[in-house]
């Protein structure tokens, strides 16, 4: 095994990455070493809709995956996409349209320049962000047994790690994601899109957490709920303001930051809590967090509180990194092709594919 992984050392892979609303390109060294690493992102232009209109994230993909393709390729000081050993792309979860603009891209440069091409799971991808490091940066590796937690706008699951690419899947949400919900929250508020990084803005300005949201514990369970949580913010906006709370124009910006915060430290102490339990049952030594909203300040602290109490090292990527990135694809795209895993060029997309199923 070590003679495998030695012989591999140098090995570099270029990963794309298009699931949703980001146009993303990286080429990444040994499953580790981010050579090059570059995102377009479409917030600004779903800001206007306030969402993600799916036709509309393709065609922004179509537009920049090129320019994309380029800028990383100059970036790690290559000649052309044959200068890599393999091609690692996101098969799913996703947007369909999405999924197969970058589909089309890794499988046309597989074909063009005679390179493996290995499938990756997105979500697999955003654990393995934590294994990620800059040129010049050096850190330990995660170690197992390990607990995941990935909290993102269409995910939010624990997993159980004992190696690399095994997953045991110990709790999942049962209604809303965690960034589903904060972007819920933020339109109820009046809060620009998208909610996440706008509600924690918010919640800095708040002139106190007196404002006390539920916690949906589920018992012993592991799982989450954040529709409950959701609609006890509806009602509070409509008790203060009136209305249906359809329309957060009118919530002034004092109770939004009161009612952001309330709903924020609601969210952390859930996730903080379930992870840290989750960790203790499995004799976890390292805690890894990924998602987009991983990048979320008071989750990052909470954690790394909890990881201490426990003994247990907690492993969270820059925030950059929390948020789709193609890095993250070529970490795991590394670990596929170690285990020898290669797929053809008949590779489609998988917009509902699943990480792990409950026991």
Same mark, same amino acid.
């Given at each position: ?9 140098? @090995?570099? !892979? ?23 690493? /570059? ?22 993909? !179509? ?45 046309? $440069? ?12 997105? $979500? ?22 390990? /607990?995941? !937690?990935? /909290? ?10 004992? =190696? ?57 369970? !592991? ?29 002034? =910006? ?14 952390? =102490? ?43 090292? @907690? ?45």
């Amino acid at each position: 095994m070590t003679m495998a992984i030695e012989a591999t050392a140098g @090995l570099r !892979l270029l990963a794309v990455e298009s699931s949703c609303d980001e146009t993303a390109v990286a080429i990444v060294e040994a499953g580790r070493r981010i050579l090059a690493s /570059v995102v377009a992102s479409q917030t600004v232009l779903h800001a206007r809709t306030g969402g993600i209109v799916p036709e509309v994230a393709a065609r922004a993909h !179509l537009r920049w995956m090129l320019p994309v393709l380029d800028e990383a390729i100059a970036r790690a000081g290559l000649h052309d996409a044959g200068d890599v050993d393999a091609i690692a792309v996101t098969f799913g979860p996703g947007l369909a349209g999405s999924l197969l603009v970058g589909l089309t891209m890794a499988k046309t $440069l597989a074909f063009l320049h005679d390179r493996p091409l290995v499938a990756v799971n997105h $979500l697999e991808g955003h654990i393995y962000a934590g294994w990620l490091l800059d040129p010049g940066e050096e850190a330990e590796a995660p170690d197992f047994p390990a /607990v995941a !937690l990935v /909290v993102s706008g269409g995910h939010t699951f624990l997993v159980e790690m004992r =190696d690399h690419l095994s997953y045991r899947l110990l709790g999942q949400t049962v209604d809303d994601a965690a960034g589903e919900a904060f972007d819920k929250v933020g339109r109820l508020l009046g809060l620009p899109y998208p909610g996440g990084p706008a509600i924690q803005r918010a919640a800095e300005d708040a002139g106190s957490h007196r404002r006390r949201l539920p916690r949906a514990w589920l018992g012993d369970s !592991l799982d989450f709920s954040f529709s409950g949580l959701k609609t006890a913010v509806r009602r509070m906006v409509i008790a203060e303001v009136g209305g249906t709370a359809d329309d957060g124009a009118a919530v002034p =910006d004092a109770l939004a930051a009161e009612i952001a915060a309330g709903f924020q430290d609601s969210v952390v =102490d859930v996730l903080a809590t379930k992870t840290a339990l989750a960790a203790q049952r499995c004799g976890a030594r390292t805690i890894v967090l990924g998602g987009g909203v991983a990048a979320n300040g008071p989750l990052r602290a909470a954690m790394g509180e909890r990881a201490a109490t426990l003994g247990a090292r @907690l492993v969270v990527p820059r925030p950059d990194l929390c948020t789709d990135n193609g890095a993250m694809i070529g970490a795991a795209g590394y670990r596929r092709f170690l285990a020898g895993e290669r797929a053809g060029l008949d590779l489609d997309a998988r917009p509902s594919l699943k990480l792990a199923r409950p026991a």
